[in-house]
Structure formats: structure tokens, C-alpha cells
Nanobody, 129 residues
Framework: QVQLVESGGGLVQAGGSLRLSCAAS????????TAWFRQAPGKEREFVAA???????????DYANSVKGRFTISRDNAKNTVYLQMNSLKPEDTAVYYC???????????????????WGRGTQVTVSS
């Protein structure tokens, strides 16, 4: 089993920054894609960013078009933690942000929430105009 705990959410003004953290515990060694999704009120949960670890220090990151150039995903393997640095925040970034893990052998695109086996409870991000 894998447990994920998100932190770092809060209230920020437009143009501000926040850094979210996702701490993983349990049997994480076989999972190599970690992603952030978000869900605004009345909307579907959507992909934000993902980072894939190929072993060692190799990783690959990808982003939704809506956050490219503003958000950065990174990971600290020693701490089993993934971060989402969010800059130039906009009111439309307001949502609950969820961390998710996808197993190395799991099928499906990392853009799809159905591909992820484990989810955190989420952290609220509110951006005021």
C-alpha cells in the first residue's frame, strides 16, 4: 500500500506563488510516475503535471498547456516527496490539488486519472483576484 499526503495549499493573491508537497510512504519503490491533478467546484478533475522517474536521477516532466511556463514539478527521491512550484497564479488555478501515483507496470496514459492507483486527499489552493 502507498499513502500520499499533500500539503502547502492556501490563499494567495493573483500573481503570487505557492509550493505544494506530496509525501509518499509505504511501498513506493515500484511506482515511478507521480502526478498532480486539480478539481475546481463543478468541474472534472484535470491533469496538471506529471514526473516520471526512470531510475537513478533520470526524470521526465510534462504539463498541461494551461500551466506550462508557470508551474514546475520536481521530486526528491531521498525524501519520497514530489513538489509542485506554482508561480504567476491566476484565479482560474483555484481548485483542490491532488497528488497521485501510477505504477511502473500500469497501463494507460499518465494524463488520465484512471491510470493512477493511489491518491492523496487533496489540498485547497485559492487564488484571489
Amino acid at each position: 500500500q502507498v499513502q500520499l499526503v499533500e500539503s502547502g495549499g492556501g490563499l494567495v493573491q493573483a500573481g503570487g506563488s505557492l509550493r505544494l508537497s506530496c509525501a509518499a510512504s509505504g511501498r513506493t519503490s515500484s511506482y515511478y510516475t507521480t502526478a498532480w491533478f486539480r478539481q475546481a467546484p463543478g468541474k472534472e478533475r484535470e491533469f496538471v503535471a506529471a514526473i516520471t522517474w526512470s531510475g537513478g536521477t533520470t526524470s521526465y516532466a510534462d504539463y498541461a498547456n494551461s500551466v506550462k511556463g508557470r508551474f514546475t514539478i520536481s521530486r526528491d527521491n531521498a525524501k519520497n516527496t514530489v513538489y509542485l512550484q506554482m508561480n504567476s497564479l491566476k484565479p482560474e488555478d483555484t481548485a483542490v490539488y491532488y497528488c497521485a501515483l501510477k505504477g511502473a507496470g500500469a497501463s494507460g496514459s499518465y494524463y488520465a486519472k484512471a491510470s493512477y492507483a493511489y491518491w492523496g486527499r487533496g489540498t485547497q489552493v485559492t487564488v484571489s483576484s
